[in-house]
C-alpha cells in the first residue's frame, strides 16, 4: 500500500540531545513537509521541499534542520537549539511540488517529549 | 497575512442532531481551501477541496460549502464514529511550495 511511514511514534528525549525523525513516502510523491502540532493551535510549517537535494524554511524552523537526498526521505533532526520541542511532529507530501493540487497526504505522526 | 479562523473550538452533538462548522479565512488569492479529519494521534487524513465560491462537495454525511470568506462543513445525522478533529487549511496563490495555512481545528464529539 502506497503511504507515508513515519518512525518512531514516540519519543523521549533528554535536553541537550539531537533527536532524527524519520519520513518515507512511496507515493513518489515531489513535494514533502514537516508541520508541528501544538495542543489548540493549527498545524505549523517548519520545512518543506519540492525536489531533491532543495529545502525551504517555514515559519517556525529554528532549531530544526533537514536533508533531502532522495525522493522517498524527509527526515527531520530536532536540534537542542529548539526551545520547547515537545510536540506533535507530523510529515506530509503532495502530488506536484508546484502545489496544483494542494492535497496534502499525512502519515501517523511521531510524539516527541522532553524529559 | 493569510490567516484561518475556525469556531466552534469544540462541539457535543447527539447522534442524528445535524450541525455546521464553521472556517473563516483571509487569504490574498485563494488557490484551494481543505477540509480533513483527524483522530487522536493519528495525522489528517484528506475530506474535500473546495476552490471556488458556490462550490459544494458531499462525502457521506459530511457536506463543505465554500463562499468568499468562509467554508461550513455540515454535518448531516452524526453518528458516534464522525467524532474527530476537523481541520480547515488555505492555500493561496502566492503560496511559496504550495504550503498550506491551517486553523486550529474543532473537535466534535457526537454522543449516542
Known amino acids: 500500500d502506497g503511504g507515508i511511514t513515519q518512525s518512531p511514534k514516540y519519543l523521549f528525549r533528554k535536553e541537550g540531545q539531537n533527536v532524527t525523525l524519520s519520513c518515507e513516502q512511496n507515493?513518489?510523491?515531489?513535494?514533502m513537509y514537516w508541520y508541528r502540532q501544538d495542543p489548540g493551535q493549527g498545524l505549523r510549517l517548519i520545512y518543506y521541499?519540492?525536489?531533491?537535494?532543495?529545502?525551504q524554511k517555514g515559519d517556525i524552523a529554528e532549531g530544526y534542520s533537514v536533508s533531502r537526498e532522495k525522493k522517498e526521505s524527509f527526515p527531520l533532526t530536532v536540534t537542542s537549539a529548539q526551545k520547547n520541542p515537545t510536540a506533535f511532529y507530523l510529515c506530509?507530501?503532495?502530488?506536484?511540488?508546484?502545489?496544483?493540487?494542494?492535497?496534502?497526504?499525512f502519515g501517523e505522526g511521531s510524539r516527541l517529549t522532553v524529559l | 497575512e493569510d490567516q484561518v479562523t475556525q469556531s466552534p473550538e469544540a462541539l457535543r452533538l447527539q447522534e442524528g442532531e445535524s450541525s455546521s462548522l464553521n472556517c473563516s479565512y483571509t487569504?490574498?488569492?485563494?488557490?484551494?481551501l481543505f477540509w480533513y479529519r483527524q483522530d487522536p494521534g493519528k495525522g489528517p487524513e484528506f475530506l474535500f477541496t473546495?476552490?471556488?465560491a458556490g462550490e459544494e462537495k458531499e462525502k457521506e454525511r459530511l457536506k463543505a460549502t465554500l463562499t468568499k470568506k468562509e467554508s461550513f462543513l455540515h454535518i448531516t445525522a452524526p453518528k458516534p464514529e464522525d467524532s474527530a478533529t476537523y481541520l480547515c487549511?488555505?492555500?493561496?496563490?502566492?503560496?511559496?511550495?504550495?504550503?498550506?495555512?491551517f486553523g486550529q481545528g474543532t473537535e466534535l464529539s457526537v454522543k449516542p
Open positions: 506530509a507530501s503532495s502530488i506536484d511540488y508546484r502545489g496544483v493540487t494542494g492535497e496534502l497526504f
Open positions: 507515493l513518489n510523491h515531489d513535494a
Open positions: 521541499s519540492q525536489i531533491v537535494n532543495d529545502f
Open positions: 487569504v490574498s488569492g485563494l488557490r484551494g
Open positions: 473546495l476552490y471556488s
Open positions: 487549511a488555505v492555500q493561496s496563490e502566492s503560496a511559496e511550495g504550495g504550503k498550506l495555512i
